[in-house]
């Protein structure tokens, strides 16, 4: 197993993804091999300023850095030499089996899309949220995002993707899947809801409960939850500054330390043929150390196939 980690990606990048690095290396009990891709003198430097094992590291060097402001799409095509664009290029041929990154999130999503390619049969790649519930397990909240506007197949797609990676991933048995609406009800919402809620209720490949409301997105009534990204961005945004508004006031709480995003690394992108992790900009060494478990477990689990053969089937 080989796990490609974009060094230069990220607000604290290298110093951050380096901590991560020995906070990984230190607590994994295997053989893994880990391709660090960024400038290579100054990983190299931080290296051995933080004393970490190079027995399973490889470093490879990458002249280029694409900027959080910068448009992906000519970012990738112009910054050919750039520690994104080197990742993608390992990951499609084969060199590493996983690529993570806390840097810009649409050359993320474009490499993705464009190198890797979605998984025959899915229409839309997504990503998604962790929601901590009051329970103290993790729901799955998606899109996130990425999609503003879907179709009602999208969503029908999303709930495949969330639900393969809530069991194998999260380890949820026979995950709850929920529609975000505005009412239990069958026939309640939006067109977009109303159209979804039958393909939902019809797919034998997910365990459908029906419709959820905004006050069940914190309990345990779905592991599930799908909506298209406009509505998932304002969740996760909303989430993100009750985190905010608690470490502020100086609240200790362990439902709501559980909101730090560091706790969980990055999200995957769900729907490509294989595995990306995106991680947050802000991200520090917890959150780097915490991607590379995620995507450890998404190539011992096999995920990518298992998503495969639900497509095709």
């Not at 490609?4 to 230190?26: I, N, R, T």
Request: a negative charge; glycine letters at 10%.
């Amino acid at each position: 197993m080989n796990i490609g980690l974009d060094m230069m990606g990220g607000d604290f990048a290298p110093l951050e993804a380096v901590k991560g690095v020995k906070d990984f290396v230190a607590a994994s009990q295997k053989d893994i091999a880990l391709t660090l891709i960024g400038d290579k003198e100054q990983v190299k430097l931080l290296l051995d300023e933080h004393t970490v094992p190079k027995n399973n590291l490889h470093l490879v060097h990458a002249e280029q850095m694409i900027e959080m402001h910068e448009h992906p799409t000519k970012a990738l095509k112009e910054k050919q030499r750039s520690s994104i664009a080197i990742g993608f290029h390992l990951l499609a041929t084969g060199k590493i089996d996983a690529f993570i990154s806390a840097g810009n999130t649409g050359a993320m999503m474009v490499g993705a899309l464009f190198s890797i390619k979605a998984i025959e049969g899915v229409s839309r790649p997504t990503i998604g949220a962790y929601i901590p519930r009051e329970n103290g397990s993790l729901g799955l909240l998606l899109d996130a995002g990425i999609n503003a506007d879907c179709k009602p197949e999208n969503l029908n797609q999303f709930a495949i993707l969330g639900s393969l990676f809530a069991e194998h991933i999260l380890g949820v048995d026979n995950p709850k899947v929920g529609l975000v609406n505005i009412g239990e009800e069958e026939g309640k919402g939006n067109i977009l809801a109303q159209a979804t809620y039958p393909l939902l209720k019809e797919n034998k490949l997910i365990n459908f409960v029906g419709n959820i409301e905004g006050r069940d997105i914190l309990m345990d009534k779905s592991d599930v939850m799908v909506c298209e990204g406009f509505t998932g961005n304002v969740v996760l945004k909303m989430a993100e500054s009750v985190y905010d508004i608690v470490q502020r006031r100086g609240i200790k709480d362990e439902h709501f330390d559980r909101f730090d995003f560091e706790k969980y690394g990055g999200v995957p992108v769900l729907g490509v043929a294989k595995p990306v992790i995106i991680g947050h900009g802000i991200s520090h060494g917890t959150a780097f150390k915490n991607m590379i478990a995620i995507a450890q477990r998404m190539i011992e689990k096999d995920l990518m196939k298992k998503m495969q053969a639900a497509f095709t089937s």
